[in-house]
């Protein structure tokens, strides 16, 4: 029932927040040596900028499909992923964390509202719901900053 899933409600804000069995975002973001945020080990695909920078737009995006009814899907993977290796500028990397508690925000929001419906379908998707959304936002986002806690630790090895 809509009204009766306070438990479900408490336990997405504990997993969007982290720190149960998968790191928070501050965390891992913190302390990331300005100096490495476009730098990858050998073999890696991925530098920290464009994981963090992958996070930010694909968190913003599926904020959008959540709320907005003239979401428009960007093109796969073009637009989720940028082509530079480091952010313009140390502000550019601040700016996306920024941006990224400000979304990780608004699903806590959604999450706990009781006005929002988890179950019902967004109109103008194809089947998906707000429950859905929020799981995927944070089982991505927790995905990456695995990645970037890993490319932390090569590169300060």
Known sequence: ??????ILRDHLLEFLRG?????????AVQDFPPALYGEKPQGAPHSAWQLLEHIRFTLH???E?????KYTEPEWPKD???ESAAPPS???????VRAVNEDLTAFEKLADDPGSNLYAQIPWGNGQTLLREILLAGDHTSYHLGQLVMLKKQLTA
């Open 80 to 82: 989720y992923w940028p």
């Open 1 to 6: 029932m809509p009204g009766d899933d306070r």
């Open 19 to 27: 720190n149960s069995a998968h790191i928070d975002f501050k965390t």
């Open 90 to 96: 140390t502000e550019g990397w601040a700016a996306a």
């Open 61 to 63: 995006d599926l904020l």
């Open 65 to 69: 499909f959540c709320t907005n009814p």
